[in-house]
């Protein structure tokens, strides 16, 4: 027969089997936010979802595309106080929570796209980098270029002069805002989820956007010219509740931070073939893609540097990471 003893050591053993065992066993959600709709970020949310689903079973990805989590604002907010695990999104709406976040608009920097990707691979960019708004419960776990700016606009460009006057939607950085002051234009920031209908009122007459998310929002339909400026990228970050990961044991936190790594790569040659598509798209539907004058992108740039030249002299940490990062740049070289 067996005693009471043995009934009482039974139990507590069966408990913590039922309890799941070691604390890492514990399955934990993750959910991923972003603005946009079939692009290179949503891309990243799918394939990082696929990739740590089949690798690891403590975390669950849940993705939420094309503002399902709320406007850009909240959404930065939900990683912030912890109610959202991750959001992929523009550097620039970043800016607010860490100035530091501005250095990916200083547009000088980024001109040169191979060097760019060859920056963001290295340890030495992304130890400076996921520091950025920790202060603010964020950590930044993976960087790269989305794709390079365009300008849409209802009527076609022909010069900077064309934009003088025009109403256009910018992200929410000085470092788009007093470019487009500089050029006399009014500068409008506002959500993406407000962009088609501004275009289709006549709020706005032309918009800054990345050609995929303008291609898959149908922009072509309300403003139907399309100039890309290759030397100007987007540039966007996965970030993430820095209280979440640091909830995880080691080896899982570990493990996130290495598949948004790997992600990353696979997004970076994704996204360029997707520049492409989105082009041809554009173009098929009514649209008209026209090419940048070489003096034209020089006169932006130089616009876009005296612009904004003031705004990095006038804060210190931007400073000093425009400093470390073209330190970096020039060491590759």
Do not use: C
């Not at 009471?4 to 507590?12: D, K, P």
């Not at 963001?120 to 980098?129: I, L, P, Q, T, Y």
């Amino acid at each position: 027969m067996i005693n009471r003893r043995q009934v009482l050591v039974g139990g507590v053993g069966a408990s913590a089997l039922m309890l799941g065992g070691p604390a890492h066993a514990q399955q934990r959600t993750l959910k991923f936010a972003s603005a946009t709709l079939n692009d290179v970020q949503h891309h990243y949310q799918t394939r990082f979802k696929e990739k740590l689903e089949a690798t690891s079973g403590d975390v669950a990805v849940e993705v939420y595309p094309a503002s399902q989590l709320g406007p850009i604002p909240r959404m930065v907010e939900g990683v912030m106080f912890g109610t959202i695990e991750s959001f992929i999104t523009a550097t620039a709406f970043l800016s607010q929570v860490d100035p530091r976040f501005q250095v990916f608009d200083v547009a000088a920097l980024f001109r040169d796209p191979e060097a760019t990707r060859d920056l963001f691979a290295g340890e030495a960019f992304r130890s400076r980098v996921r520091t950025f708004g920790n202060a603010q419960n964020i950590e930044p776990i993976s960087t790269f270029v989305h794709s390079p700016n365009t300008i849409i606009s209802k009527r076609p460009i022909g010069s900077l002069d064309d934009l003088s006057g025009l109403k256009i939607r910018v992200l929410g950085t000085p470092f788009q805002i007093e470019p487009m002051r500089a050029l006399g234009a009014t500068p409008v920031p506002m959500p993406l989820s407000e962009v088609m209908p501004a275009l289709q009122t006549g709020t706005i007459d032309a918009v800054i956007s990345a050609p995929t998310v303008a291609s898959a929002f149908r922009y072509y339909d309300a403003a139907p010219y399309m100039m890309m400026v290759e030397s100007w990228p987007l540039i966007v970050t996965v970030a993430t509740s820095r209280s979440w990961l640091n909830g995880l044991p080691d080896d899982v936190r570990a493990h996130v931070v290495g598949v948004a790594r790997e992600t990353e790569a696979e997004a970076v040659e994704w996204g360029t073939a997707d520049v492409t598509r989105a082009a041809e798209a554009w173009a098929t539907n009514g649209g008209e893609v026209v090419p940048i004058d070489p003096s034209i992108e020089a006169a932006l740039q130089s616009t876009i540097a005296d612009a904004t030249a003031s705004l990095i002299a006038a804060s210190a940490p931007l400073s000093e990471e425009v400093a470390a990062l073209s330190g970096i740049l020039a060491e590759a070289r």
